[in-house]
């Protein structure tokens, strides 16, 4: 918790300028939207956060998203068959991805900086290819019953009548049930445990008696799946898919929230809060450059400086800390 | 005549703690002044103030009656003075001669005259009896020889003092040996040498003159016709030590460990077979290089058997991994503590309890942390492990406490075998004998022990019956009564003929 603090501060600060500096940016609608893409961007972050946490990486992401918005519509409404088959078709999908990708970076030893950036190609060049970049929509209305995901939690089965609940994007919903099961899952359980022992030192993790190589898997799966689902549920939210371009960069925007959130591309650590924290960084990022009347073209920019500084900070506070524990160390030392 | 080297009254002070006080010590020419005492006394401290590393706060050191300031590496180098440091400052994918020269290189038309990098390296090499080419990466080389091209790269600075940190820690006895022998040989040729080392037998054989360092403080200096064994101890602990080894005969039981006809992957075409029994403790002897850190690994599922099988009180195993070996009762204690034994980012309770998380384990895979808490915090006091609290981070604590808490981690999982892969390297004095007891009081209870030790005399005050290892065989092995030291190097060498 206390880690969270510099960039919960970093958070406030631009909600709060931005707040003063823009009439539309505090409207119930601007901040529905705000909250709903930030969950979205969250809810991929916890993905990456497991494997960044094994001190893996996942570049194929972004690639894994647009293929899985493709094959949904492509298998529902170009194939007419069930919604339940389109979703045996995108978690399965996920699962076969998480899979193959976890095994080669175990059993073949692969880096998985290039495994994944393989994929990144290989699934963005299926996803094209499927549906002879054909632009998808989700207009159709087998997807009714879905775009509740996507709506407010007043449209959920009995919340209707609930105070508020047009105000909460359900997405949120999801976020805050997975964000709770994943930091349970990598706190609370022994599984969690060995993936925070194993992103440390691998070798000492196996010397103890942990197999490592299947929970390595383990986290590629995990971040596949949860991949699929942030797939389907960005797909469901924008309705129009362009199979060349949907996803690009979303992997190094949930990567770069897991960082903002303290996850160190070394692997052993991460807060599931910060990185939720990190991701809405960045989607009030976003927001605020198109309220503040700032140039579009120079978003990437300023997204790119505020995660530096952001993480020149934590640099130096994690400085500060290590020369204190010296000092009490040596304290304790002598005395 | 002033002395080469003199350090008058040289008090270093850190936030909280005094980690110099007071210490004065000279070092004459063409004389090896040996330091030792336990980790924490101060010998690291005074070597970094020499090297140029860090400053003192008071006091003067002078070198050949001059007074110097030695500010920085460089003002160190140019009064002559070379620090050889525990871990090795080689790049390791470079050739020896480009890691002679490294920072150096001699230009020639703007590019690295590599002919004279190849020349004077080569006569370099040949001051400290290394007989190879220039051109070798130096990663193919043992530690041994690795060592010898530091010395090398100190002696190209034209060095005539030379501070040389435990430079025999991860040395095989072979080794050593040669190393003592460069070290005698640049003495001869003028050079001063300040040998720092947990190593007595060495510093005996080596030294001209012992200074003892206790609590920050010079605690006495004993000279050549002094140096004993025991007077080191003596002086190093400040009370005397009767009985090092605290070795009380054994009975040991039915056979716990037996392994049949095996074949490593490092000795191939050699089939090794023995036993350990419950309460029994067995050494196992060699040089660096002789296949034994490989056979342990292999009897704890880290690599596999090529054939042959491995039983535990009766039951054959199959070892695919460090997990059937675990869940069979076996622990192994790395001698990579570092790498293998401890995750040093982690809490000292998170590293003990690493290997029984199972058993702490509630309903869908939940951990009981106050169950995992209060057994740490038990496994701490029985090993007397020196940390503030349970949650502290393992890379905070000594190395003798940081090798406590991996044997503290196996000694939770109440192991039958255990199997110690040099489980005193790189640690005090007073840590090695805590350890020492702890080997005992588990063969006492009926644990088996098989360790490997390159101390000598760690493998004669520890072991029942030893093993003796060369080139992936087992040479020979050696009863209490048989066991000497010049037994075991001639098995150790491959002159299995001499012993009867």
Wanted: aromatic share 6%; charged share 20%; hydrophobic share 45%.
């Amino acid at each position: 918790m206390k880690k969270n603090l510099g960039i919960l501060g970093i958070l406030m600060v631009v909600f709060m300028a931005t707040a003063y500096g823009s009439e539309s940016f505090f409207t119930p609608y601007n901040l529905f939207n705000l909250v709903e893409r930030s969950s979205l961007y969250g809810i991929i972050g916890i993905g990456v956060a497991f494997v960044i946490i094994t001190s893996g990486i996942d570049l194929s992401i972004g690639s894994l998203i647009g293929l899985v918005a493709v094959i949904f519509p492509f298998v529902v409404v170009d194939h007419q068959m069930s919604l339940g088959m389109g979703l045996l078709a995108v978690f399965g999908l996920s699962l076969a991805v998480g899979v193959t990708q976890g095994l080669l970076i175990t059993k073949l030893k692969l880096q998985p900086f290039v495994v994944t950036l393989c994929g990144l190609m290989i699934y963005r060049g299926l996803a094209r290819w499927i549906v002879s970049d054909k632009t998808m929509g989700y207009g159709d209305e087998s997807f009714v019953r879905l775009k509740v995901l996507v709506g407010n939690a007043s449209q959920l089965p009995g919340c209707a009548s609930l105070p508020g609940a047009k105000h909460i994007p359900v997405v949120f919903l999801i976020l805050v049930v997975l964000g709770i099961a994943a930091a349970v899952f990598l706190n609370k359980t022994i599984y969690g445990r060995y993936l925070l022992a194993l992103g440390r030192n691998e070798q000492a993790a196996r010397f103890s008696g942990i197999n490592t190589t299947k929970m390595i898997i383990l986290a590629y799966v995990i971040c596949s799946l949860i991949s699929g689902l942030g797939g389907l549920l960005f797909a469901l939210d924008y309705g129009s898919i362009q199979p060349d371009s949907f996803g690009n960069f979303y992997e190094l925007y949930a990567i770069a929230a897991a960082v903002l959130g303290g996850c160190s591309l070394r692997g052993g650590e991460g807060s599931i809060f910060g990185i939720v924290l990190g991701a809405a960084l960045m989607r009030l990022l976003m927001n605020s450059i198109s309220m503040l009347g700032i140039d579009d073209q120079l978003e990437p920019t300023v997204i790119g400086f505020v995660i530096l500084i952001g993480v020149i900070v934590d640099q130096l506070v994690k400085r500060i800390a290590a020369h204190r524990r010296a000092v009490l160390q040596a304290r304790q030392a002598s005395s | 005549m002033s002395p080469l080297l003199s350090v008058e009254s040289v008090t270093k002070r850190f936030p909280g703690v005094t980690a110099l006080n007071q210490v004065s010590l000279t070092l004459a020419e063409s004389e090896v002044l040996a330091l030792i005492g336990e980790n924490g006394a101060g010998k690291s401290t005074l070597m970094k103030i020499l090297a140029g590393v860090q400053l003192p706060d008071e006091g003067q050191i002078s070198v050949a009656g001059v007074p110097v300031q030695l500010d920085s590496v460089q003002t160190a180098q140019r009064n002559r003075i070379a620090l050889i440091h525990q871990e090795l400052n080689l790049s390791g994918n470079l050739t020896v001669g480009a890691n002679i020269f490294l920072g150096r290189e001699p230009i020639k038309r703007g590019l690295i005259d590599k002919r004279k990098i190849r020349e004077d390296s080569g006569a370099l090499l040949g001051r400290v009896g290394l007989n190879l080419s220039p051109d070798t990466i130096v990663d193919t080389l043992p530690i041994g020889q690795q060592q010898l091209v530091e010395i090398a790269r100190a002696l190209s600075v034209d060095a005539r003092i030379l501070i040389m940190d435990e430079p025999t820690s991860s040395l095989s006895q072979h080794e050593t040996e040669r190393l003592l022998e460069v070290v005698k040989e640049l003495r001869s040729r003028g050079v001063s040498v300040i040998y720092i080392s947990h190593r007595l037998g060495e510093v005996a054989e080596l030294a001209d003159r012992v200074a003892v360092f206790r609590d920050g403080a010079n605690a006495g200096e004993l000279s050549r016709d002094e140096i004993t064994h025991d007077r080191m101890v003596q002086l190093m602990v400040g009370r005397d030590i009767s009985q090092f080894y605290a070795r009380k005969p054994h009975q040991p039981g039915a056979v716990a460990l037996q392994v049949t006809e095996l074949e490593t992957p490092a000795n191939l075409g050699h089939r090794l077979s023995f036993s350990v029994r419950a309460g029994e403790i067995v050494g196992i002897s060699g040089l660096v290089g002789a296949g034994r850190t490989e056979l342990l690994h292999v009897l704890f599922g880290v690599d596999s058997a090529v054939s042959g099988h491995v039983a535990v009180n009766g039951q054959k195993l199959r070892l695919r991994s460090p997990r059937d070996a675990i869940q069979a009762g076996i622990a192994l204690v790395p001698e990579d503590r570092k790498q293998q034994g401890i995750i040093l980012e982690m809490a000292v309770r998170t590293n003990i309890g690493l290997p029984g998380l199972r058993k702490h384990q509630k309903t869908g895979g939940l951990l009981n942390t106050n169950q995992e808490g209060s057994d740490s915090a038990a496994m701490i006091a029985r090993m007397r492990i020196k940390t503030p609290n349970e949650r502290q981070v393992v890379q905070f604590l000594s190395g003798g406490n940081q090798q406590k808490v991996v044997l503290g981690k196996w000694l939770s999982m109440n192991p039958k075998v255990l199997l110690l892969d040099e489980p005193t390297r790189g640690i005090d004095i007073g840590a090695k004998q805590e350890i020492y007891a702890l080997m005992e009081e588990l063969a006492e209870q009926g644990v088996a022990i098989l360790f490997v030790s390159s101390e000598m005399e760690e493998v004669l005050g520890m072991s029942d019956r030893t093993l003796v290892m060369h080139e992936g065989r087992i040479t020979g092995e050696l009863t209490r009564d048989e066991l000497t030291e010049k037994a075991i190097m001639q098995l150790a060498t491959g002159n299995v003929g001499a012993h009867p």
